[in-house]
T-cell receptor
Framework: EAGVAQSPRYKIIEKRQSVAFWCNPISGHATLYWYQQILGQGPKLLIQFQNNGVVDDSQLPKDRFSAERLKGVDSTLKIQPAKLEDSAVYLC????????????????FGPGTRLTVT | AQTVTQSQPEMSVQEAETVTLSCTYDTSESDYYLFWYKQPPSRQMILVIRQEAYKQQNATENRFSVNFQKAAKSFSLKISDSQLGDAAMYFCAYRIPFFSGNTPLVFGKGTRLSVIA
């Protein structure tokens, strides 16, 4: 099966500019996650969607970050305006727990988008 | 809040030798899941092994095995017969069970493993 797709892979912007990242989860996966991975740290959840509804966005800096998942499939994460501290890899992951598959609980990750804010 | 701690920022191992990566976690839950993920340079994160907290038997996947000590809240990863392709960042992660709904992973800061030929 096709994996989680993300684009762009790399992006360099100046502070105060805006940027958007796109994620296409594995077909049929109901849950989609956006994680932020700052250099030298583990990924941290920004937002979680279940179909097209938000389950958890408690760690999303809502004054500058926004995300949507139209039609419960693709998702877009936007930053406006960007700050230097937003430099990180933004990972998208998806999952669909299915009884009996033995793959319960697994999250599949995309390759990430590396954002550099100068 | 749940936290995951990896105290070894970097480790190295000779090819064909064995290495153990450490992880401790803090939680008030009695049922949960623990994972080790591998993130090769510029490549996506993949699941290496997982452990259900209610299982006493340590999980094993080929050359990868874990030492799960629930009372000590410790979850170490042992890589046997290390190969050059094992070089990567390794993240320990925690997740509460599915019946609470799909839940995100809580990650440690990672351990960078180098394999020396």
């Amino acid at each position: 099966e096709a994996g989680v797709a993300q684009s762009p892979r790399y992006k360099i912007i100046e502070k105060r500019q805006s940027v958007a990242f796109w994620c296409n989860p594995i077909s049929g996966h109901a849950t989609l996650y956006w994680y932020q991975q700052i250099l030298g740290q583990g990924p941290k959840l920004l937002i979680q969607f279940q179909n097209n509804g938000v389950v958890d966005d408690s760690q999303l800096p809502k004054d500058r970050f926004s995300a949507e998942r139209l039609k419960g499939v693709d998702s877009t994460l936007k930053i406006q305006p960007a700050k230097l501290e937003d430099s990180a890899v933004y990972l998208c992951a998806s999952s669909l727990p299915k009884a009996g598959t033995g793959r319960l609980y697994e999250q599949y990750f995309g390759p990430g988008t590396r954002l550099t804010v100068t | 809040a749940q936290t995951v701690t990896q105290s070894q920022p970097e480790m190295s191992v000779q090819e064909a030798e064995t290495v153990t990566l450490s992880c401790t976690y803090d939680t008030s839950e009695s049922d949960y899941y623990l994972f080790w993920y591998k993130q090769p340079p510029s490549r996506q994160m993949i699941l290496v092994i997982r452990q259900e907290a209610y299982k006493q038997q340590n999980a094993t996947e080929n050359r990868f095995s874990v030492n799960f000590q629930k009372a000590a809240k410790s979850f170490s990863l042992k890589i046997s017969d290390s190969q050059l392709g094992d070089a990567a960042m390794y993240f320990c992660a925690y997740r509460i069970p599915f019946f609470s709904g799909n839940t995100p992973l809580v990650f440690g800061k990672g351990t960078r493993l180098s394999v020396i030929a």
